[in-house]
């Protein structure tokens, strides 16, 4: 039985080699879950790119129950890694099991594509939800959640003591508390990340992005990423980009 096995694998090893197929690197797929685990939006991002490559297996002639084997495969990986990222494990296994129910009702290969993102956007979600509950108070999750909307305007600590019902004073001293930085601090890391997001899969200009994200000037968005990554956002994009073509395959012209 091994032997008919392992002769079945070189098989289909030739039979890849011969169409340029290989999977995607598992280092990518990790990379997704534990962005995923860690209850970061980026995992949506990666899961995109990993599927735009086109590396994914072939696991029926038919395609929509080819789609149908692989969502279950990411089904099942999204849940374990959301488990263990702090999500309550019968919710999730409940979630897995209404996703999979979705899948047989699916009438097309883009339908099962589109649940497939939902499913990885689902689960990371629900990961960083638990892990906002298990450490910050109400006024500082509802503090956090209107910084990541409102990146792109100005954020006045203010008006955030308005919103959630507090004293000035004493909001700044409880997110220091709990968030370990203070609310300017909080939307400057925040404003970074997405810069970083930007620079590596959008085709905004640097000054756009500075603009976007509410920077005085240019100057003092480079200066303030390049504190946090010890680089320019220019040398950031086109190291990324030198990356991406080396892990694509493709050649400097």
């Known amino acids: 039985m091994k032997e008919t096995m392992d002769k079945q694998i070189a ?3 030739y039979i890849n080699r011969e169409n ?18 860690n209850g970061d939006m980026r995992s ?15 696991l029926s ?3 929509i129950k080819n789609r149908i084997y692989l969502n279950i495969c990411h089904v099942t990986l999204c849940t374990r890694f959301a488990i263990e990222g702090g999500m309550d494990s019968e919710k ?14 699916a009438k097309t290969e883009q339908e099962l594509i589109d649940i497939r993102f939902e499913i990885t956007e689902y689960f990371t979600k629900q990961v ?26 100005a954020i006045v600590v203010r008006e955030l003591a308005k919103m959630v019902g507090l004293n000035e004073s004493y909001l700044s001293v409880l997110f220091k508390r709990e968030a370990g930085m203070n609310l300017t601090q909080y939307v400057t890391k925040k404003r970074m990340e997405a810069a970083e997001n930007m620079l ?10 500075s603009d ?15 504190k946090y990554y010890a680089m320019s956002p220019r040398q950031y994009r086109a190291y990324n980009f030198s990356r991406m073509k080396i892990g694509t395959g493709q050649q400097e012209k």
């Open 128 to 153: 960083a939800a638990a892990k906002k509950a298990n450490i910050f108070s109400k006024p500082v999750i509802e503090c956090m959640d209107y910084i990541d909307l409102h990146l792109h305007e």
């Open 20 to 37: 340029n197929f290989h999977h995607h690197h598992f280092s990518d797929e990790l990379s997704c879950m534990e962005l995923l685990r």
């Open 11 to 13: 098989y289909l090893e």
């Open 44 to 58: 949506v991002e990666q899961d995109k790119k990993m599927f735009a490559s086109n590396t994914s297996g072939h």
């Open 61 to 63: 002639d038919d395609p």
């Open 212 to 226: 976007i994200l509410h920077f005085s000037s240019y100057s003092h968005f480079a200066r303030t990423f390049r």
């Open 200 to 209: 590596r899969i959008s085709d905004f200009s640097l000054a756009e992005i």
């Open 92 to 105: 999730a296994f409940n979630a897995s099991d209404l996703f999979i129910q979705r899948f047989e009702k």
